[in-house]
């Protein structure tokens, strides 16, 4: 049997002799991911990434596209004449410079079961550029282009295969440096919006409260703010963007 690792992508043979009777996990030895495979009517075993089109990643809603490129491309040329006002610089000549940057546009990838729907619309609304996963492996695909600084998931995501386990999985697998660059938010019925302890010891960057959805986006803008400010001298130093 052959199956895919959802994660890193790798492909493994499995001796047939070895497999068991009913549904199973597996880890991948490249990435150390717990593969779910899950075994058909006639027996034969799939992985989480071949219930999907392959290398499908997450598609991005329509909602707002236009606005969010209007908003990144403005980013970009005012970031470009701060740079150039910067290297004309000089020690007899100084240049006024603005200082007041515009806000970056950002990508959110949204792992989410039921609500999704409402959540894309309110963060499309707010200028975020957003992906919907509809399973892991489209989660993981659209991570891996390097783009996304925010990922929200809910328990409810992919729950056959694991998916808010497999998300949370690949966070702990990050490297420090890869994972100050992804912002990971977690909504939850039961959970305190905004509680750092708590986000803290679960290796997250922010928890919402199901109840605080419609102020999602002004909840989402505080915690990545603060969340820049703490990385700020650390980013200048290795010339990184905040998120």
Do not use: W
Not at 21 to 49: E, L, Y
Not at 54 to 79: C, H, L, M, W, Y
Not at 173 to 182: D, K, P, T
Not at 188 to 202: I, Q
């Amino acid at each position: 049997m052959i199956i895919r690792c959802d994660n890193c992508s790798v492909s493994l043979q499995l001796d047939e002799s070895k497999i068991p009777g009913g549904n199973f996990t597996v880890r991948c030895p490249r990435c150390q991911n717990m593969i779910r495979v899950q075994k058909g009517a006639k027996g034969h075993g799939s992985s989480t990434v071949q219930h999907l089109e392959a290398n499908k990643p997450a598609p991005a809603v329509e909602d707002g596209t236009r606005q969010f490129a209007a908003k990144e491309s403005e980013f970009q040329i005012n970031s470009a004449l701060r740079s150039l006002l910067s290297a004309l610089k000089t020690e007899n000549m100084i240049l006024s410079v603005d200082d007041d940057k515009s806000e970056k546009p950002r990508r959110v990838l949204l792992c989410v079961g039921q609500k999704r729907e409402e959540i894309a619309k309110k963060l499309s609304e707010a200028g975020y550029k957003v992906y919907i996963a509809q399973k892991p492996a489209q989660a993981n695909e659209r991570l891996r282009e390097g783009k996304t600084e925010v990922v929200i998931f809910s328990p409810d995501f992919a729950a056959e295969f694991g998916g808010a386990a497999i998300l949370q999985q690949k966070a702990n697998a990050m490297y420090s440096s890869e994972r100050r660059r992804l912002f990971l938010v977690s909504l939850e019925d039961g959970g305190t919006t905004m509680n750092a302890h708590e986000a803290f010891l679960r290796n997250l960057n922010l928890i919402v409260n199901t109840n605080d959805i419609p102020q999602l986006p002004l909840i989402l803008n505080r915690a990545l703010r603060d969340f820049n400010d703490l990385y700020h001298y650390l980013n200048k130093a290795l010339g990184h963007e905040a998120i």
